[in-house]
């Protein structure tokens, strides 16, 4: 029997898929590739795969709020997306059967029922997904952020003919009615048994955890972290258990429970032995032994910040656990080439500081635009493939961010390195000005030096904008030593190897 994606037993930081070596790297479709009746997830598995694209990630319930609601004058915060599908179009676990009709004007859901649409949907998209060697994030739950996306819900009172989700919002993910949590296990029990045959996949047990902020709803009544965290727990248990008598044993992901977007602490989830892998997002402030991990980027705000992309990777280095940069949403609503680059620029900073990366990709739409547009294939596309190839090209597993490895950079630029000591170095060096600052896009030109051991190198410089090596080989002997980098825009790879 073959064996599901799992962690690489040399380097638990990273995985095996096939017997090979796996950095997840995505710039994926937002998250409706099963729930969405008109998202084609064959054409659009088919450019993930030739994009060399290793994740896409997918919800398996939760869909966005499509228009403004005038109701409770709350406006979607993401653009259009699959994620977002026309009321009819949403493919629920659950069959609409009425009596009687939701708030979205089509029938009600009956939760003492499966829809075989749904499931037969699922399995399609897996077997579609490892027929190509990419791996799916089935992302079983997420936060309902406010009273008019939680009404789009099937577990929702409003919804079904079950009698089932009197709840307010705030308390969707917190275990406090038994009969919404024995709802929710049911279906966490139903899909593992569905998709237990395929090995490309691992469950995220809910996107983005929180608690709500104090003052809300009256202190004795919101949802505290730690009914949060067990509710989380009851999920991963249920996993587990569900799998127990089944053939394959899948990882489990989860992202750690904030106050409210506020500081998060590490330590609340390195402990537990059930959770595989972390998640984290762009947004979210966590501290780890004390140290704060400053928030990777304002939501959309084209912030680049690739000093805290190196720090937070390379604290959290120690823990000899997967760091999964989930979502990136820095600059992912201005589908035009700065903000492209912007996350270009941080992709190749996480996973040169020992991370896996994914950013939504919102030019991939249903109906005919599964694979972006020209614009997108040609740049943010076509980049992510440029890395996916240079990384699977090394051998990561025996490498370690190092972040002192350089010891003088071109002016306005960061160099950031992952290596193997005396053997291989991969140095991606950035121009790391923000967008608002009016030198942008001026070439950037200087020596790069840096120490290496005793011995012989040989160095090639790559574009991760052509996704090549440029130049002749330059030799290189040990000891305090550098490059001279020509004039460049935006980004070069520096790859160093022994043995020149």
């Not at 993401?78 to 059967?97: A, D, I």
């Not at 140290?291 to 120690?318: C, G, K, N, Y």
């Amino acid at each position: 029997m073959s064996t599901p994606i799992g962690l690489h037993p040399e380097n638990p930081r990273y995985f095996l898929y096939n017997g090979r070596p796996l950095v997840l790297i995505t710039a994926t479709e937002h998250y409706g590739a099963v729930i969405n009746r008109n998202f084609d997830y064959v054409a659009y598995l088919d450019d993930a795969a030739e994009k060399r694209q290793t994740l896409s990630r997918c919800f398996l319930l939760f869909r966005e709020l499509q228009v403004f609601d005038p109701a409770t004058q709350v406006k979607p915060l993401n653009p259009h997306s699959p994620c977002k599908p026309l009321p009819g179009e949403y493919v629920s676990p659950w069959p609409r059967s009425g009596p009687g009709f939701a708030t979205d004007g089509y029938p009600k859901f009956d939760l003492d029922q499966w829809n075989p649409e749904y499931f037969e949907r699922l399995q399609g998209f897996l077997e579609a997904a490892q027929a190509r060697n990419v791996i799916i994030e089935l992302t079983l739950f997420s936060s309902t952020y406010s009273d008019a996306v939680w009404g789009l819900n099937p577990l929702n009172i409003q919804n079904n003919i079950n009698g089932v989700g009197d709840i307010p919002w705030q308390d969707y993910i917190s275990g406090r009615d038994a009969a919404l949590t024995e709802r929710q296990m049911a279906y966490v029990s139903k899909v593992v048994e569905v998709v237990n045959g395929y090995d490309c996949f691992y469950f995220e047990v809910c996107n983005e955890p929180f608690t709500t902020r104090a003052g809300m709803l009256p202190e004795t009544e919101f949802a505290t972290q730690a009914e949060v965290d067990g509710w989380q727990e009851a999920v991963r248990d249920q996993i587990r258990a569900t799998e127990t008598g089944l053939p394959r044993k899948h990882l489990i992901f989860q992202v750690p429970v904030e106050n409210w977007r506020t500081d998060t602490a590490l330590e609340q989830i390195l402990g537990e032995e059930s959770v595989d892998a972390i998640n984290l997002h762009d947004y979210q402030q966590l501290t780890y032994k004390g140290l704060i991990l400053a928030p990777l980027s304002r939501f959309m705000q084209r912030d680049l910040r690739l000093t805290r992309i190196q720090h937070l990777w390379t604290a959290v280095h120690e823990t000899g656990k997967p760091f999964v940069f989930d979502e990136d949403n820095a600059a992912t609503s201005s589908l035009d080439e700065e903000s492209w680059i912007v996350h270009r620029k941080r992709a190749w900073a996480t996973v040169c500081s020992g991370g896996h990366y994914n950013m939504i990709d919102f030019s991939i739409q249903a109906g005919g635009q599964e694979a972006g547009t020209p614009a997108s294939q040609a740049m943010i596309r076509s980049w992510m493939k440029n890395l996916s190839a240079l990384i699977h090209g090394v051998d990561f597993v025996q490498m370690a961010p190092e972040p002192e490895f350089a010891s003088g950079t071109p002016d306005n630029t960061i160099a950031i390195t992952l290596a193997q000591p005396g053997r291989a170095y991969v140095v991606y060096v950035a121009d790391q000005r923000e967008v608002d600052d009016p030198s942008l896009g001026q070439p950037c030109q200087g020596r790069l030096a840096f120490t290496l051991p005793a011995g012989s190198y040989w160095v090639r410089l790559y574009s991760p904008a052509e996704g090549k090596y440029t130049g002749e080989p330059q030799d290189l002997a040990g000891g305090e030593t550098g490059i001279d980098l020509g004039p460049f825009s935006h980004d070069i790879v520096v790859h160093i190897e022994a043995g020149g």
